[in-house]
């Protein structure tokens, strides 16, 4: 039987507060990402081909490299063990990790190993053509005896284990069955994002996340229904020993499956720009949450939303513990409706995707304690100058530098859920500082909005915006309405 119901958001909340305790031992192929990006205006006289001029070119982690990303990225700590090559590519993996904070010291680097890499070339944002640059070589004896010598040690300082398998060959030839003894052995659990038909080199391992089409191909026939689904799922619990297993079916969510209990959770919709590395953030985060405590129902709704996250991304994406709790806010929470929480770096992303697209960009601030028909009013005007309208809000700690103690009355969390859920706003950033100055630096918006009660030049960031070639508007405010007005109605009893 299939149950749909989800869990409630308060121990979602939890287990991502316990991020930040977390170690995961992540081994697999590591893989570098480049994206080369240009415009196509002619044809090429040697063949008939168009011709691309770069314009720009990134780098970025892939494979188990993407996991470790995610990982840290969302706050834990991660251990990467691999081997790669002493090649370019590898070296440029070593410094990506070391710039994220994670211990390369388990990353062996052989001389005849080519460490693998794709690069993408896109002329305005088609991809036209993928390179890869790969050998397919399973460990060496000497490669083989390092790596699970430095797993064993490693072992000790983790909360989980992820194996992330591309098929390059770290993880061939009896490495991943050896790997998961061992974790057996040591009582961790150990997930398997894996790859290719045969799961019975995974034997044993705590779980697998599979996305539909690979659930199809591991036993044989397509699947596409929930008891379909369900029913490969516990054909591969069976044969090879699995706790449970996360099948990832893109539009349609999620499902996990045990020997005696199934849950199917839906995904909320969302345009879709890319599913690069989507699989790697939805194994990092379900990790994360199981060994922060959740149980693998609460695990798969945090990766469910994790991966509604990244695929609204373009390129290998990750996330942050913001982009994720907003995402549970939208599906789990009071702001079901949207996914506007967000930190400073995500706005600034957003903000300048908005721009790209040719849209105004808006922005206030305040404290919004006691949300009333004044602030409804202001937030309203100020949606009416722009396209889109970006709400700074005080952090608790701010509130209270300039309010006083016993201010604010509601938390930051309970602020920005009611002040996101209205339809004039469209991303609630919170700051921590007594002005939005740095988050207006960082954000740069079209508009700046205040009360009228201001002057242009007492407007904080006006000068910025300004300069920028943006504009600031006054607006008019509600007479006799304030949160500390309300406040005092209160104390004294009184509704007039």
């Not at 470790?68 to 370019?88: C, E, F, K, Y």
């Not at 064993?152 to 009896?174: H, N």
């Not at 602020?415 to 740095?438: G, H, I, N, Q, Y």
Request: net charge negative.
């Amino acid at each position: 039987m299939i149950k749909h119901n989800p869990p409630s958001p308060e121990p979602l909340h939890r287990a991502i507060a316990r991020f930040g305790d977390v170690a995961v031992l992540v081994v697999g192929d590591f893989i570098l990402d480049r994206f080369v990006n240009g415009v196509i205006e002619r044809i090429s006289p040697e063949a008939p081909i168009p011709v691309l001029h770069g314009r720009g070119e990134t780098s970025t982690m892939g494979g188990a490299g993407n996991v470790v990303a995610n990982i840290v990225s969302l706050g834990a700590s991660a251990i990467p063990i691999s081997v790669i090559g002493t090649d370019v590519a590898g070296d440029n993996l070593v410094r990506m990790l070391g710039e994220l904070g994670a211990d390369t010291a388990d990353m062996g680097q052989e001389r005849g190993r080519k460490t693998s890499s794709k690069s993408r070339f896109s002329a305005l944002n088609q991809q036209v053509l993928r390179f890869d640059e790969e050998e397919i070589k399973p460990l060496d004896d000497k490669e083989r005896a390092d790596l699970v010598r430095h797993f064993r040690a490693a072992l000790t300082r983790a909360d989980i284990v992820i194996l992330s398998d591309y098929g390059k060959g770290i993880l061939l030839d009896g490495v991943a069955a050896d790997l998961i003894a061992i974790c057996r052995e040591a009582g961790k659990p150990v997930l398997v994002d894996p790859k290719g038909r045969d799961y019975a080199r995974y034997a044993g391992a705590t779980a697998i996340t599979p996305n539909r089409k690979e659930l199809g191909e591991a036993v044989g026939r397509p699947v596409f229904a929930d008891d379909e689904i369900v029913a490969a799922a516990r054909q591969l619990i069976s044969a090879h020993g699995f706790d449970f297993v996360v099948a990832t079916r893109s539009e349609k969510g999620m499902s996990v499956v045990g020997a005696d209990e199934a849950r199917h959770i839906a995904t909320q919709a969302r345009e879709v720009f890319d599913v690069s590395g989507a699989g790697d953030t939805v194994i990092a985060s379900f990790a994360l949450a199981l060994a922060a405590g959740a149980d693998r129902i609460m695990a798969a709704s945090i990766a469910n939303a994790a991966g509604g996250v990244v695929v609204g991304k373009r390129g290998t994406a990750r996330l942050t513990v913001e982009e994720l709790t907003g995402a549970l806010f939208r599906s789990h929470g009071p702001t079901a409706h949207k996914d506007a929480i967000l930190d400073a770096a995500s706005a600034a992303r957003m903000v300048a995707a908005w721009k790209d697209e040719g849209l105004s960009v808006g922005f206030t601030n305040g404290c919004f304690d006691i949300l009333h028909a004044g602030h409804v009013s202001l937030l309203h005007a100020a949606r009416s100058q722009c396209d889109r309208l970006v709400l700074g809000l005080n952090s608790d700690a701010s509130v209270r530098r300039l309010k006083g103690a016993g201010r604010p009355v509601n938390d930051q969390h309970d602020r920005a859920c009611v002040l996101a859920a209205l339809a004039s706003v469209d991303a609630v950033v919170v700051f921590e500082e007594d002005t939005p100055l740095a988050l207006i630096e960082a954000l740069l918006p079209d508009i700046l909005v205040k009360g009228a009660d201001y002057t242009v030049e007492t407007v904080v960031g006006a000068d910025v915006v300004q300069k920028a070639g943006g504009r600031v508007v006054l607006v008019d405010l509600v007479a006799g309405k304030s949160t500390t007005g309300t406040i005092g109605k209160l104390r004294a009893g009184t509704t007039n």
